[in-house]
Protein backbone atom coordinates (compact mmCIF):
# COMPACT_ATOMS: atom_id res chain seq x y z
CA UNK A 1 0.00 0.00 0.00
CA UNK A 2 1.40 3.62 -1.30
CA UNK A 3 2.53 5.10 2.49
CA UNK A 4 0.06 8.54 1.87
CA UNK A 5 -3.01 6.28 1.63
CA UNK A 6 -1.62 4.36 4.68
CA UNK A 7 -1.39 7.85 6.43
CA UNK A 8 -4.85 8.91 5.64
CA UNK A 9 -6.23 5.74 6.65
CA UNK A 10 -4.32 6.16 9.99
CA UNK A 11 -5.46 9.85 10.77
CA UNK A 12 -9.12 9.05 9.62
CA UNK A 13 -8.87 5.96 12.28
CA UNK A 14 -7.35 8.05 15.25
CA UNK A 15 -10.07 10.70 14.33
CA UNK A 16 -13.13 8.49 14.84
CA UNK A 17 -11.70 7.11 18.01
CA UNK A 18 -11.52 10.85 19.06
CA UNK A 19 -15.40 11.56 18.10
CA UNK A 20 -16.24 8.40 19.54
CA UNK A 21 -14.55 9.07 22.54
CA UNK A 22 -16.38 12.27 22.85
CA UNK A 23 -19.65 10.50 22.08
CA UNK A 24 -19.52 8.02 24.76
CA UNK A 25 -18.75 10.79 27.82
CA UNK A 26 -21.50 11.76 29.88
CA UNK A 27 -22.85 14.61 28.01
CA UNK A 28 -23.41 16.77 31.70
CA UNK A 29 -20.03 15.52 32.47
CA UNK A 30 -18.20 18.69 33.07
CA UNK A 31 -15.67 18.83 30.46
CA UNK A 32 -12.89 21.89 31.10
CA UNK A 33 -10.76 22.77 28.51
CA UNK A 34 -11.89 19.93 26.73
CA UNK A 35 -11.12 21.64 23.72
CA UNK A 36 -7.54 22.34 24.60
CA UNK A 37 -6.97 18.94 25.72
CA UNK A 38 -7.80 17.36 22.45
CA UNK A 39 -5.40 19.44 20.55
CA UNK A 40 -2.17 17.37 21.86
CA UNK A 41 -4.01 14.42 20.17
CA UNK A 42 -5.16 15.54 17.34
CA UNK A 43 -1.71 17.19 16.87
CA UNK A 44 0.08 13.79 17.31
CA UNK A 45 -2.20 12.16 15.14
CA UNK A 46 -1.18 14.21 12.34
CA UNK A 47 2.69 13.87 13.25
CA UNK A 48 2.38 10.33 13.23
CA UNK A 49 0.96 9.89 10.05
CA UNK A 50 3.24 12.10 8.61
CA UNK A 51 6.51 10.50 10.00
CA UNK A 52 5.01 7.49 9.13
CA UNK A 53 4.65 8.47 5.45
CA UNK A 54 7.93 10.28 5.39
CA UNK A 55 9.36 7.20 6.81
CA UNK A 56 7.67 4.52 4.17
CA UNK A 57 8.55 6.99 1.35
CA UNK A 58 12.55 6.60 2.04
CA UNK A 59 12.63 3.23 3.01
CA UNK A 60 11.14 2.82 -0.30
CA UNK A 61 13.75 5.07 -2.08
CA UNK A 62 16.39 3.28 0.35
CA UNK A 63 15.15 0.02 -1.47
CA UNK A 64 15.67 1.05 -5.00
CA UNK A 65 18.65 2.91 -4.96
CA UNK A 66 20.19 0.01 -2.76
CA UNK A 67 18.94 -2.66 -5.38
CA UNK A 68 19.98 -0.67 -8.48
CA UNK A 69 24.01 -0.70 -6.35
CA UNK A 70 23.73 -4.52 -5.23
CA UNK A 71 22.82 -5.24 -9.12
CA UNK A 72 26.45 -3.58 -9.87
CA UNK A 73 28.71 -0.94 -8.91
CA UNK A 74 29.92 -0.27 -11.60
CA UNK A 75 27.13 0.21 -13.52
CA UNK A 76 26.78 3.85 -14.05
CA UNK A 77 24.46 4.82 -17.04
CA UNK A 78 21.07 3.06 -18.32
CA UNK A 79 23.53 2.50 -21.48
CA UNK A 80 25.60 0.23 -19.55
CA UNK A 81 22.40 -1.31 -17.87
CA UNK A 82 21.34 -2.35 -21.22
CA UNK A 83 25.25 -3.79 -21.85
CA UNK A 84 25.69 -5.76 -18.82
CA UNK A 85 21.71 -7.29 -18.35
CA UNK A 86 19.85 -7.17 -21.51
CA UNK A 87 17.42 -4.70 -20.08
CA UNK A 88 16.53 -1.18 -19.30
CA UNK A 89 17.15 -0.36 -15.29
CA UNK A 90 13.23 0.07 -14.73
CA UNK A 91 12.62 -3.98 -15.88
CA UNK A 92 15.79 -4.93 -14.00
CA UNK A 93 13.95 -3.87 -10.52
CA UNK A 94 10.43 -5.13 -11.76
CA UNK A 95 12.36 -8.65 -12.40
CA UNK A 96 14.73 -8.33 -9.17
CA UNK A 97 10.57 -7.46 -7.40
CA UNK A 98 9.44 -10.29 -8.42
CA UNK A 99 11.81 -12.86 -8.13
CA UNK A 100 12.96 -11.93 -4.71
CA UNK A 101 11.20 -14.43 -2.67
CA UNK A 102 12.22 -17.34 -4.98
CA UNK A 103 15.96 -16.09 -5.10
CA UNK A 104 16.35 -15.56 -1.53
CA UNK A 105 16.04 -19.03 -0.87
CA UNK A 106 17.89 -21.33 1.49
CA UNK A 107 21.10 -21.65 0.43
CA UNK A 108 23.37 -25.01 0.11
CA UNK A 109 25.17 -26.19 3.22
CA UNK A 110 28.38 -26.21 1.43
CA UNK A 111 28.05 -22.31 0.61
CA UNK A 112 26.40 -21.16 3.04
CA UNK A 113 25.83 -17.93 4.47
CA UNK A 114 25.78 -16.28 0.94
CA UNK A 115 24.76 -13.46 2.24
CA UNK A 116 23.85 -12.00 -1.04
CA UNK A 117 20.67 -10.14 -1.34
CA UNK A 118 17.94 -11.37 -4.33
CA UNK A 119 19.00 -8.16 -6.61
CA UNK A 120 22.80 -9.13 -6.66
CA UNK A 121 21.82 -13.07 -6.97
CA UNK A 122 19.95 -11.68 -10.28
CA UNK A 123 22.74 -9.67 -11.40
CA UNK A 124 24.93 -12.51 -11.18
CA UNK A 125 22.76 -15.10 -12.89
CA UNK A 126 22.29 -12.14 -15.58
CA UNK A 127 25.77 -11.40 -16.23
CA UNK A 128 25.88 -14.42 -17.49
CA UNK A 129 23.01 -14.92 -19.66
CA UNK A 130 23.19 -11.62 -20.60
CA UNK A 131 26.69 -10.92 -21.32
CA UNK A 132 28.23 -14.67 -21.43
CA UNK A 133 30.65 -13.93 -18.93
CA UNK A 134 32.40 -16.86 -17.86
CA UNK A 135 32.57 -17.72 -13.86
CA UNK A 136 36.23 -16.72 -13.50
CA UNK A 137 35.07 -13.36 -14.57
CA UNK A 138 32.20 -13.21 -13.06
CA UNK A 139 33.79 -13.84 -9.59
CA UNK A 140 35.88 -11.22 -10.36
CA UNK A 141 33.39 -8.82 -11.36
CA UNK A 142 31.33 -9.27 -7.95
CA UNK A 143 33.83 -10.37 -5.39
CA UNK A 144 32.08 -13.80 -5.06
CA UNK A 145 33.92 -17.42 -5.34
CA UNK A 146 33.26 -19.01 -8.75
CA UNK A 147 30.81 -21.95 -6.53
CA UNK A 148 28.85 -18.93 -5.76
CA UNK A 149 28.92 -17.54 -9.36
CA UNK A 150 27.86 -20.76 -10.54
CA UNK A 151 25.17 -21.57 -7.80
CA UNK A 152 23.85 -17.53 -8.71
CA UNK A 153 23.27 -18.62 -11.93
CA UNK A 154 22.04 -22.24 -11.77
CA UNK A 155 19.80 -20.70 -9.54
CA UNK A 156 18.16 -18.34 -12.09
CA UNK A 157 17.47 -21.00 -14.93
CA UNK A 158 15.98 -22.87 -11.92
CA UNK A 159 13.26 -20.37 -11.39
CA UNK A 160 12.83 -19.28 -14.41
CA UNK A 161 12.43 -22.28 -16.41
CA UNK A 162 10.39 -24.21 -13.79
CA UNK A 163 8.36 -21.02 -12.04
CA UNK A 164 7.94 -18.81 -15.14
CA UNK A 165 7.25 -21.34 -17.63
CA UNK A 166 3.64 -20.13 -18.19
CA UNK A 167 5.34 -16.62 -19.74
CA UNK A 168 5.70 -19.34 -22.80
CA UNK A 169 2.55 -21.22 -23.31
CA UNK A 170 0.77 -22.13 -26.02
CA UNK A 171 -2.56 -19.61 -26.78
CA UNK A 172 -5.76 -20.46 -25.71
CA UNK A 173 -8.66 -20.28 -28.37
CA UNK A 174 -9.54 -16.71 -27.69
CA UNK A 175 -6.20 -15.51 -27.44
CA UNK A 176 -5.33 -17.24 -31.03
CA UNK A 177 -8.04 -15.00 -32.80
CA UNK A 178 -5.71 -12.47 -32.27
CA UNK A 179 -2.48 -14.14 -33.32
CA UNK A 180 -4.10 -15.11 -36.76
CA UNK A 181 -5.27 -11.49 -36.99
CA UNK A 182 -1.63 -9.73 -36.59
CA UNK A 183 -0.79 -12.45 -39.55
CA UNK A 184 -3.51 -11.66 -41.33
CA UNK A 185 -2.91 -7.83 -41.53
CA UNK A 186 1.00 -8.70 -42.30
CA UNK A 187 0.54 -10.90 -44.72
CA UNK A 188 -3.38 -11.19 -46.39
CA UNK A 189 -3.42 -14.94 -45.03
CA UNK A 190 -6.11 -15.48 -42.83
CA UNK A 191 -6.10 -18.14 -40.24
CA UNK A 192 -2.12 -18.65 -39.56
CA UNK A 193 -1.50 -19.57 -35.44
CA UNK A 194 2.41 -18.98 -35.88
CA UNK A 195 5.43 -19.87 -37.32
CA UNK A 196 7.31 -22.76 -36.57
CA UNK A 197 11.20 -22.93 -37.21
CA UNK A 198 14.36 -24.94 -35.68
CA UNK A 199 17.34 -22.95 -34.56
CA UNK A 200 20.53 -24.80 -33.49
CA UNK A 201 23.24 -24.17 -30.56
CA UNK A 202 26.66 -25.19 -30.17
CA UNK A 203 27.82 -27.04 -27.06
CA UNK A 204 31.55 -28.14 -26.04
CA UNK A 205 32.10 -30.90 -23.88
CA UNK A 206 34.79 -29.39 -21.38
CA UNK A 207 35.85 -32.65 -19.95
CA UNK A 208 36.62 -34.29 -23.83
CA UNK A 209 36.37 -31.07 -25.57
CA UNK A 210 34.20 -32.04 -28.22
CA UNK A 211 31.73 -30.38 -29.96
CA UNK A 212 28.20 -30.81 -30.84
CA UNK A 213 24.70 -28.99 -31.77
CA UNK A 214 21.57 -28.95 -29.56
CA UNK A 215 18.46 -27.99 -31.58
CA UNK A 216 15.27 -26.30 -30.33
CA UNK A 217 11.85 -26.12 -31.60
CA UNK A 218 10.37 -22.68 -31.58
CA UNK A 219 7.10 -21.19 -32.61
CA UNK A 220 6.25 -17.75 -32.91
CA UNK A 221 3.73 -14.96 -34.36
CA UNK A 222 3.90 -11.88 -35.41
CA UNK A 223 5.31 -9.63 -32.92
CA UNK A 224 8.32 -12.26 -32.19
CA UNK A 225 7.17 -13.45 -28.86
CA UNK A 226 7.93 -17.41 -28.42
CA UNK A 227 4.08 -19.29 -28.15
CA UNK A 228 5.88 -22.67 -27.63
CA UNK A 229 9.64 -24.13 -27.33
CA UNK A 230 11.54 -27.53 -26.78
CA UNK A 231 14.79 -27.65 -26.84
CA UNK A 232 17.31 -30.83 -26.50
CA UNK A 233 17.28 -32.80 -29.95
CA UNK A 234 20.15 -34.11 -31.64
CA UNK A 235 21.41 -30.87 -33.80
CA UNK A 236 22.24 -33.64 -36.58
CA UNK A 237 18.51 -34.07 -36.79
CA UNK A 238 16.50 -32.66 -39.74
CA UNK A 239 14.23 -29.94 -38.88
CA UNK A 240 11.44 -32.67 -40.23
CA UNK A 241 12.62 -35.03 -38.01
CA UNK A 242 12.59 -32.98 -34.50
CA UNK A 243 8.79 -31.84 -35.93
CA UNK A 244 7.68 -35.72 -35.89
CA UNK A 245 9.45 -36.44 -32.42
CA UNK A 246 8.00 -33.54 -30.91
CA UNK A 247 4.98 -32.96 -28.50
CA UNK A 248 3.94 -30.21 -30.67
CA UNK A 249 2.96 -32.76 -33.54
CA UNK A 250 1.51 -35.14 -31.27
CA UNK A 251 -0.73 -33.08 -29.81
CA UNK A 252 -1.86 -31.35 -33.60
CA UNK A 253 -2.81 -34.57 -34.81
CA UNK A 254 -4.64 -35.94 -31.88
CA UNK A 255 -6.38 -32.40 -32.04
CA UNK A 256 -5.38 -31.04 -28.76
CA UNK A 257 -4.04 -27.46 -30.67
CA UNK A 258 -5.34 -25.82 -33.68
CA UNK A 259 -9.01 -27.58 -33.16
CA UNK A 260 -11.21 -24.29 -33.91
CA UNK A 261 -14.16 -25.50 -36.07
CA UNK A 262 -12.48 -23.42 -38.82
CA UNK A 263 -8.78 -24.08 -39.95
CA UNK A 264 -6.25 -23.41 -38.60
CA UNK A 265 -2.43 -23.98 -39.22
CA UNK A 266 1.05 -23.04 -38.83
CA UNK A 267 3.90 -22.35 -41.44
CA UNK A 268 7.07 -23.02 -42.12
CA UNK A 269 10.01 -23.30 -44.66
CA UNK A 270 10.76 -25.85 -47.37
CA UNK A 271 12.52 -27.99 -44.94
CA UNK A 272 9.49 -28.83 -43.67
CA UNK A 273 6.56 -31.41 -45.26
CA UNK A 274 3.36 -30.05 -46.24
CA UNK A 275 0.68 -30.81 -43.78
CA UNK A 276 -2.73 -30.17 -43.52
CA UNK A 277 -2.06 -28.14 -40.56
CA UNK A 278 1.33 -26.80 -41.37
CA UNK A 279 1.88 -24.87 -44.95
CA UNK A 280 4.95 -24.40 -46.46
CA UNK A 281 5.66 -22.83 -49.83
CA UNK A 282 5.42 -24.04 -53.56
CA UNK A 283 8.15 -25.67 -54.01
CA UNK A 284 8.26 -24.86 -57.66
CA UNK A 285 5.70 -21.99 -58.59
CA UNK A 286 4.04 -22.01 -61.97
CA UNK A 287 4.51 -19.24 -64.30
CA UNK A 288 1.72 -16.38 -63.21
CA UNK A 289 1.44 -14.06 -59.85
CA UNK A 290 -0.92 -16.75 -58.09
CA UNK A 291 1.84 -19.06 -56.44
CA UNK A 292 4.58 -16.68 -56.75
CA UNK A 293 2.76 -13.95 -54.45
CA UNK A 294 1.71 -16.55 -52.38
CA UNK A 295 5.52 -17.17 -51.80
CA UNK A 296 6.30 -13.86 -51.42
CA UNK A 297 3.24 -13.40 -48.62
CA UNK A 298 4.73 -16.89 -46.71
CA UNK A 299 8.47 -15.19 -46.31
CA UNK A 300 6.82 -12.19 -45.02
CA UNK A 301 5.25 -14.37 -42.24
CA UNK A 302 8.19 -16.27 -41.79
CA UNK A 303 10.14 -12.81 -40.81
CA UNK A 304 9.40 -13.01 -37.35
CA UNK A 305 10.86 -16.24 -36.96
CA UNK A 306 14.34 -15.02 -38.15
CA UNK A 307 14.19 -11.60 -35.88
CA UNK A 308 13.39 -13.97 -32.82
CA UNK A 309 15.90 -16.82 -33.51
CA UNK A 310 18.68 -13.97 -33.79
CA UNK A 311 17.57 -12.05 -30.59
CA UNK A 312 18.17 -15.50 -29.03
CA UNK A 313 21.59 -15.22 -29.92
CA UNK A 314 21.80 -11.68 -29.00
CA UNK A 315 22.26 -13.17 -25.60
CA UNK A 316 25.49 -13.68 -24.58
CA UNK A 317 25.47 -16.98 -23.87
CA UNK A 318 24.19 -18.49 -26.87
CA UNK A 319 26.14 -16.44 -29.19
CA UNK A 320 28.85 -18.42 -29.00
CA UNK A 321 29.55 -22.27 -27.92
CA UNK A 322 28.22 -23.27 -24.69
CA UNK A 323 31.16 -24.76 -22.38
CA UNK A 324 28.81 -26.75 -20.02
CA UNK A 325 27.09 -29.88 -20.11
CA UNK A 326 23.77 -30.17 -22.14
CA UNK A 327 21.76 -30.05 -19.51
CA UNK A 328 22.86 -26.60 -18.72
CA UNK A 329 23.17 -25.21 -22.15
CA UNK A 330 19.46 -26.05 -22.13
CA UNK A 331 18.20 -24.56 -19.60
CA UNK A 332 20.17 -21.62 -20.68
CA UNK A 333 17.40 -21.63 -24.01
CA UNK A 334 14.66 -21.78 -21.87
CA UNK A 335 15.99 -19.45 -19.58
CA UNK A 336 16.61 -16.90 -22.43
CA UNK A 337 13.90 -17.50 -24.21
CA UNK A 338 11.03 -16.53 -20.96
CA UNK A 339 13.23 -13.67 -20.82
CA UNK A 340 12.48 -12.56 -24.37
CA UNK A 341 9.02 -12.45 -23.59
CA UNK A 342 9.18 -10.96 -20.38
CA UNK A 343 10.81 -8.21 -22.08
CA UNK A 344 8.34 -8.03 -24.88
CA UNK A 345 6.20 -7.75 -22.09
CA UNK A 346 7.43 -4.77 -20.57
CA UNK A 347 7.69 -3.22 -23.91
CA UNK A 348 11.37 -3.28 -23.23
CA UNK A 349 13.17 -4.05 -26.99
CA UNK A 350 16.52 -4.15 -25.23
CA UNK A 351 17.36 -7.63 -26.68
CA UNK A 352 15.34 -7.62 -29.46
CA UNK A 353 18.03 -7.87 -32.77
CA UNK A 354 17.38 -5.07 -35.46
CA UNK A 355 18.42 -7.42 -37.98
CA UNK A 356 19.00 -11.07 -38.73
CA UNK A 357 20.46 -13.57 -41.32
CA UNK A 358 18.19 -16.87 -43.09
CA UNK A 359 21.63 -19.40 -42.35
CA UNK A 360 20.92 -21.21 -39.20
CA UNK A 361 19.51 -24.72 -40.97
CA UNK A 362 20.23 -28.15 -39.95
CA UNK A 363 20.42 -31.10 -42.16
CA UNK A 364 17.94 -30.95 -45.05
CA UNK A 365 15.34 -33.60 -45.73
CA UNK A 366 14.49 -35.17 -49.35
CA UNK A 367 10.63 -34.02 -49.26
CA UNK A 368 9.86 -34.36 -52.36
CA UNK A 369 9.21 -37.92 -52.48
CA UNK A 370 7.13 -37.98 -49.71
CA UNK A 371 3.38 -38.64 -50.19
CA UNK A 372 1.27 -35.02 -49.65
CA UNK A 373 -2.65 -35.23 -48.56
CA UNK A 374 -5.25 -33.69 -50.41
CA UNK A 375 -6.08 -31.81 -47.98
CA UNK A 376 -2.99 -30.12 -47.48
CA UNK A 377 -2.89 -29.76 -51.27
CA UNK A 378 -6.12 -28.35 -51.19
CA UNK A 379 -5.67 -25.63 -48.39
CA UNK A 380 -2.64 -24.13 -49.51
CA UNK A 381 -4.12 -23.84 -52.85
CA UNK A 382 -7.08 -22.15 -51.28
CA UNK A 383 -4.65 -19.76 -49.59
CA UNK A 384 -3.50 -18.88 -52.43
CA UNK A 385 -6.49 -18.23 -54.08
CA UNK A 386 -7.77 -15.87 -51.29
CA UNK A 387 -4.60 -13.93 -51.47
CA UNK A 388 -4.95 -13.42 -55.11
CA UNK A 389 -8.65 -12.53 -54.92
CA UNK A 390 -8.16 -10.06 -52.07
CA UNK A 391 -5.44 -8.19 -54.23
CA UNK A 392 -7.45 -8.21 -57.20
CA UNK A 393 -10.80 -6.98 -55.23
Given at each position: ????K??A????????????LL?I????????????????????????????????????K??????S??????????????????????T?????????P??D????????P???????????????L?????Y?????R???????????V??????L????????S?????D?????Q?F????G?????G?V????????????????R?A?????D?????????????????????L????????I??G???????????????????L?WL??????????????????????????A?????????W?V????V?E????????????????????M?E?????A????D??????D??????????????R?????K???????
Amino acid sequence: MESRKLAAILSSLISQLLLLLLHILPRNSPLPNSSHSLIPLLLFSHQLTTTLSLSLSRKRKRKRKRDSQDANPLIRSPDSFRNSFMMTSSTFQWLSGLLEPLLDCRDPAELFPLNLSPALRLAIGLSRLASGLDYPDISARFAVSVPVAKFCVKQLCRVLCTNFRFWVSFPNPSDLRSVSQSFQSLSGLPNCCGVVFCTRFQVVNAHTNSSSRVAAQIVVDSSFRILTIAAGFLGDKTDSQILKSSTLFNDIEQGTLLNAPFTQYLIADSQYPLLPWLIVPFAQPLPGPLQADFNAAHATMRLPALRTAASLRNWGVLSRPVTEELKMAVAYIGACSILHNSLLMREDFSALASGFEDSDSGPCDSLEGEAVSSKALALRDTLAKKLDDSRNS
